[in-house]
């Protein structure tokens, strides 16, 4: 097994959005595990980081706070993470409302959609799946579980919540070049999540990298729980070519994506130690 003792696990989700493990669960998880640091990366919500700052200081592991921002530039889903925001900007909490209420309009017309197929759902139904304030598909899709409507997830997203679902709608998503300066503006780091998820193309990836630079994109994420040896290397050379952070996560969502623990892809310390320096200023 990996010595994790000199890792960070950049790209962590609890319940505050979507995954199924507390901040409290996440973190004695990462102890156990012999981690060096983690991040709790929700989506679209700082909700937990003061609830992480404590627990972090408590069990004696380092703490980036962060959040990831779900974009779309071109057509293509582009996924934001930053690092370090003063939570108290005030830029930054209007903006967390936005997408807050954009989340929930798109919500009740996916509960429609499903309605509209004999599918009865309701939204009371689905905000108690959710112990935070983020409510998503993964909780409608818990609710479809529990009635039995669907006998796993992966077949409540090719159906019904997928891109690709009868019941799909999209999010009216942030433009990342603005997130970007968004997370600027109130004292964070910026990353670009996951870049093999946005394009199966890497000409289509670099140019949006390079746009994103444009508007002040700091990093990328070169570790990631489903890259390759060989897409691990590419990103890494493109993060040294682009003069951008590395960083990397595991994507962990608890029961809500199988198969990945924290630390499943992790960064070094060695990696990372301009990103963390960056944090301190």
């Known amino acids: 097994m990996k010595d994790l003792s000199k890792y960070y696990d ?10 199924t493990f507390t901040v409290k669960e996440i973190f004695e998880r990462a102890k156990f595990l012999g981690m060096k640091g983690i991040s709790i990366s929700d989506h679209d919500t700082m909700e937990g ?15 980036v706070p962060g959040i990831e921002f779900s974009c779309a ?31 929930e309009e798109r919500n009740i017309k996916m509960i429609k959609k499903l309605n509209d197929r004999g599918l009865r759902i309701t939204i009371e139904e689905v905000e108690k799946e959710a112990t935070g304030t983020i409510v ?19 077949e409540a997203f090719k159906q019904y919540l997928g891109r690709r ?9 942030s433009d ?6 968004l997370i600027k503006k109130c ?35 070169v570790e990631y729980s489903s890259y390759t040896s060989k897409e691990r290397a590419y990103y890494r050379k493109l993060a040294m070519e682009k003069n951008l952070l590395m960083v990397g ?10 198969g990945i623990d924290i630390g499943y892809a992790s960064i070094s310390e060695e990696d990372v130690k301009d990103l963390l320096e960056r944090g301190k200023n």
């Not at 071109?74 to 003063?86: A, K, P």
């Not at 990342?176 to 300066?181: A, D, F, H, Q, T």
């Not at 199966?200 to 994420?221: A, F, H, Q, Y």
């Open 176 to 181: 990342p070049k603005e997130v970007i300066k």
């Open 49 to 63: 980081i003061e609830e992480a700052k404590k627990i972090a200081s408590e069990l004696d592991l380092e703490f």
């Open 165 to 173: 679902g009868i019941a799909y709608v999209e999010k009216g998503n």
């Open 187 to 221: 004292g964070g780091v910026s990353a670009l999540a996951h870049p093999s998820l946005v394009s199966e193309s890497r000409e289509k990836v670099e140019k949006i990298i390079d746009i994103l630079k444009e508007s002040g994109l700091d990093g990328l994420e």
């Open 73 to 103: 530039l071109d057509g293509l889903e582009v996924h934001i993470l930053g690092y370090f925001l003063d939570k108290d900007c005030e830029e930054l909490k209007a903006k967390l409302v936005e997408l807050k209420k954009a989340r």
């Open 10 to 19: 950049l790209h962590i989700h609890t319940t505050y959005s979507d995954g």
């Open 249 to 258: 996560g595991s994507d962990f969502h608890g029961g809500n994506r199988v």
């Open 136 to 154: 998503s598909r993964a909780h409608i899709c818990n609710v479809m579980m529990n009635k039995g409507f669907v006998y796993s997830k992966g």
